[in-house]
T-cell receptor
Framework: AQSVTQPDIHITVSEGASLELRCNYS??????LFWYVQSPGQGLQLLLK??????LVQGIKGFEAEFKRSQSSFNLRKPSVHWSDAAEYFC?????????????FGKGTHLIIQP | DTGVSQNPRHKITKRGQNVTFRCDPI?????LYWYRQTLGQGPEFLTY????????KSRLLSDRFSAERPKGSFSTLEIQRTEQGDSAMYLC??????????????FGPGTRLTVL
């Protein structure tokens, strides 16, 4: 069965500092990988996705992620965080076209931004 | 705003009552998913529809849960005889499948259910 592990439950970063959120996945086929962000009281917003091709993908709000098949990882990065980036971040894996089981999400990483 | 809407946004009910939630997906999206998200967890898949057909149900979806998508447009999720363990955020997502592998699920804002 597919699974996603986000090892860090909470991460605290100073405003302006760089950020890396870790994600490891387990999937039997070629994975389709996603990062979503959820702010309090809001739904999930897609930051970026990887389907194929270039393993470094760019997303919205200055985020990027790198797919490393050998490490089964899809870590999210941002060179300089802003206070507005404080939110819950979810990594997810899924099949093409959504798949019969939808997306499988990690438990999320709560990002706290220090002034 | 992703274009997926859910109503109501919040629902407080007493244990044993029935509740119904509605999801309106993006109009041209043919697949619709329901997820449940409890505190401190990521969303978990409940069920999905391809047009009006319900094609898959998670083992999380007990007999007290039923979902419909009667005309292949909006969907409803009903919980009968609610229990305190049903308290969660219920999320709906839609997708236009068959677009060459670039499908992305768009999520609504969710309905937060509190069972007292």
């Amino acid at each position: 069965a597919q699974s996603v592990t986000q090892p860090d439950i909470h991460i605290t970063v100073s405003e302006g500092a760089s950020l890396e959120l870790r994600c490891n996945y387990s999937y039997g086929a070629t994975p389709y990988l996603f990062w979503y962000v959820q702010s309090p009281g809001q739904g999930l917003q897609l930051l970026l996705k990887y389907f194929s091709g270039d393993t470094l993908v760019q997303g919205i709000k200055g985020f990027e992620a790198e797919f490393k098949r050998s490490q089964s990882s899809f870590n999210l990065r941002k060179p300089s965080v802003h206070w507005s980036d404080a939110a819950e971040y979810f990594c997810a894996v899924g099949a093409r076209g959504g798949g019969a089981d939808g997306l499988t999400f990690g438990k999320g990483t709560h990002l706290i931004i220090q002034p | 705003d992703t274009g997926v809407s859910q109503n109501p946004r919040h629902k407080i009910t007493k244990r044993g009552q029935n509740v119904t939630f509605r999801c309106d997906p993006i109009s041209e999206h043919n697949r619709l998913y329901w997820y449940r998200q409890t505190l401190g967890q990521g969303p978990e898949f409940l069920t999905y529809f391809q047009n009006e057909a319900q094609l898959e149900k998670s083992r999380l979806l007990s007999d007290r849960f039923s979902a419909e998508r009667p005309k292949g447009s909006f969907s409803t999720l009903e919980i009968q005889r609610t229990e305190q363990g049903d308290s969660a955020m219920y999320l709906c997502a839609s997708i236009k499948s068959g677009t060459g592998g670039l499908d992305t699920q768009y999520f609504g804002p969710g309905t937060r259910l509190t069972v007292l």
